[in-house]
């Protein structure tokens, strides 16, 4: 085995051990068999695309927290821990818990009482076929070029960490996800998100443990960080009255209502990938639940990705540099700090489980994104608008193929990337554009019944136009960011949560603009779809500790305790 | 159908026996320069170990029964 590793190795940051080797082999082994396992249980549509609807709320909820706990997540904001300092947290408690319990109390009801199997199959039963295939057909197209630029993006990561043919990982890790979401449709990219979610912390948790042993403990780790650098690093609040007074060029006003109002809001309650695994879950009360497991376990999240970030700003003795830089300089970048910091305290066998965190957060997050484009696809593009009468064995056929074909274009997208590497900001742009306003036509769509057809499909059509106009603006023009962000003080990462704000007001301002010009739909149409015109159905008599609002209450608490403690 | 926490516990087990072998080995024969930090620890030996029982608890406790 260890030949084998060394014929791919060319140069890299970490050395494999046999044992090391055997751990990452065992994971194909494990998922291969997971997905073998579950072909038999794949039978029906309801089967292969919502896996049965029979999830539990634990299942359901660490599968949510584990599509979007992606390698690339992991490394990425490890990265920008050591960049920004403890800023980066925001991206996981404000820019996420209040989007998750907001998706459990007050969207999930209509979710899964409207029995859809999709976002833009709500937006169907809510505005109307135009708004659904508008919405599946950016969702459907981003998804295949974003696991794309994913994958190419992994195996950059896979050759510089490990030294392996960038070929090599892009084949074996997208023929092992075709292999075992075909096989058993969402219920086995589930049983995997969960798998991930375990070796994520089995294989990141030392990091921390060990860094602050080595820090000398959290108090120690603050003055070491404040010496070196600034005391802004270690500060989630103090520094945010103004853009230039924080590491980030940002100010409270984006954080709070571009990322916590908007963009987390869009991402965690309309995002498909991630909203899919909610609705399997097996009645109202574990969807709500989801949601809400998902959060408590997100607030834990820092602890494996900022944590190592921040002690690479206390112990590694080089200073990390943009990704510009190290190319010139031939250093490290800032998103080496993971790799780093695993290199530095994971010995044998510790370092395999490492890697094999990292390659099962890339398969998983793929996997997500394959088993979403599949199910829109199939029930939101092909049934619609290609065959519509087919039997739904025909369904689950045709699910199982766009699995391969999807995965096949993710492959071309990755190598198309690596031949026009600009390509990768593009894409990566083009996703965001459609979020916010999406957010901005489910929410009207849900809680204000006036909402009409028309006015749902032109606010969503104007808030992306009005997001990629900001972008086009500020790409040919890098001044107009003034403007956007409202300060000549304002950095790159404010331009996205004011491009998603301003992108988010226009939707709802053209959506009320248009319903109130338009006929409303029937008040008959809106049951189980709209607030006051649905009867939710109580959660009954349960103890208190078994309510979902509950449960949120105490996650709230903890959330608002952990903003304090670390201000 | 086999609970998804056996897979999870099979996961556990395997790599949990397979870290705390890679810890026994390096503690029996310790290498002249360790390439990491706090080797005097020996984290996998440990982590290996409580990797190895979660790993073992789920899998009693989720192991297929016939009902």
């Known amino acids: 085995m260890t030949s084998s590793m060394e014929l791919l190795a060319v140069t890299s940051l970490v050395h494999l051990a046999p044992v090391d080797v055997a751990i990452i082999a065992f994971y194909f082994v494990l998922v291969l068999a997971i997905g073998w396992y579950l072909k038999g249980r794949a039978h029906t549509g309801e089967d292969f695309f919502m896996a049965g609807r029979e999830m539990t709320a634990w299942v359901a909820g660490l599968s949510f927290l584990s599509a979007n706990l992606g390698a690339l997540e992991l490394m990425g904001w490890a990265g920008s821990a050591y960049q920004y300092g403890i ?24 979710y899964y009482i409207s029995k859809t199997h999709s976002v833009p ?48 990982s892009i084949w074996i890790s997208s023929l092992t996800v075709a292999v075992y979401v075909a096989l058993g449709g969402l219920r086995s990219a589930i049983f995997n998100e969960v798998l991930q979610f375990f070796l994520i912390w089995a294989g990141a948790l030392m990091i921390p443990v060990l860094g ?68 399997a879950a097996k009645d109202l009360r574990s969807a709500e639940m989801a949601p809400i497991i998902g959060a408590g376990f997100k607030m834990l999240v820092p602890i494996i990705v900022i944590l190592p970030g921040l002690l690479g700003l206390a112990v590694l003795p080089v200073h990390l540099t943009g990704e510009a830089q190290a190319a010139i300089t031939g250093g490290h970048s800032y998103n080496d700090v993971l790799p780093l910091m695993l290199a530095r305290y994971c010995g044998p066998g510790l370092l395999g489980l490492g890697v094999t965190a990292l390659i099962a957060g890339f398969m998983s997050g793929m996997a997500g994104n394959v088993s979403a484009f599949t199910t829109v696809w199939t029930y939101d593009i092909y049934r619609p608008l290609i065959n519509k009468r087919a039997s739904d064995a025909h369904y689950v056929s045709m699910g199982r193929w766009t699995t391969v074909i999807g995965v096949l274009i993710s492959v071309g997208t990755a190598y198309l990337v690596m031949q026009f590497a600009s390509i990768m900001d593009y894409v990566q742009a083009l996703f965001s554009f459609f979020i916010a306003p999406l957010f901005g036509t489910v929410i009207l769509g849900m809680l204000w019944k006036r909402a009409s057809g028309s006015g749902g499909f032109w606010g969503l059509l104007c808030g992306t136009a009005s997001s990629i106009g900001m972008w086009t603006w500020v790409k040919l023009d890098p001044g107009a960011l003034r403007y956007v962000a409202l300060s000549a003080d304002a950095k790159g990462l404010a331009q996205d949560m004011f491009q998603a704000l301003w992108s988010f007001l226009v939707c709802v301002l053209v959506t009320v603009v248009v319903s109130m010009m338009t006929k409303p739909k029937p008040a008959a149409e809106l049951n189980g779809l709209v607030y006051g015109m649905t009867e939710i159905p109580e959660v009954g008599e349960v103890a208190f500790y078994h309510k979902p609002l509950f449960w949120a209450g105490v996650v709230t608490a903890i959330f608002i305790m952990l903003n304090i403690i670390f201000w | 159908m086999i609970s998804i926490w056996l897979f999870i516990g099979i996961s556990l087990l395997v790599n949990g026996a397979l870290i705390l072998g890679a810890g026994i080995y390096q503690m029996i024969n310790p290498p002249a320069h360790p390439e990491v930090v706090l080797f005097n620890l020996h984290a996998n030996l440990w982590w290996g170990a409580v990797l190895f029982l979660v790993g073992l608890f789920y899998c009693i406790q989720y192991r297929p029964r016939h009902s």
């Open chain 1, 87 to 110: 800023l980066a947290t925001h991206w996981y408690w404000i820019g996420a818990i209040p989007a998750m319990l907001f998706l459990a109390l007050v969207m999930m009801p209509f």
């Open chain 1, 121 to 168: 199959g709500y937006l169907k039963l809510r505005f109307g076929e135009s708004s659904r295939i508008l919405s599946a057909v950016c969702f459907a197209f981003m998804t295949v070029l974003m696991s794309g630029v994913n994958m190419f993006a992994m195996a950059k990561v896979m050759q510089i960490v490990l030294g392996w043919d960038l070929n090599f």
């Open chain 1, 212 to 279: 602050l042993y080595e820090a000398g403990g959290w108090e120690h780790l603050k003055v070491q960080i404040t010496e070196r650098f600034s005391a802004q690093y270690v500060h989630l609040w103090s520094g945010l009255g103004h853009f230039s007074t924080n590491p980030m060029g940002i100010n409270w006003v984006g954080i709070v209502f571009g990322l916590g109002a908007v963009i987390s809001m869009g991402y965690w309650t309309t995002d498909f990938l991630v909203v899919q695994r909610i609705l």
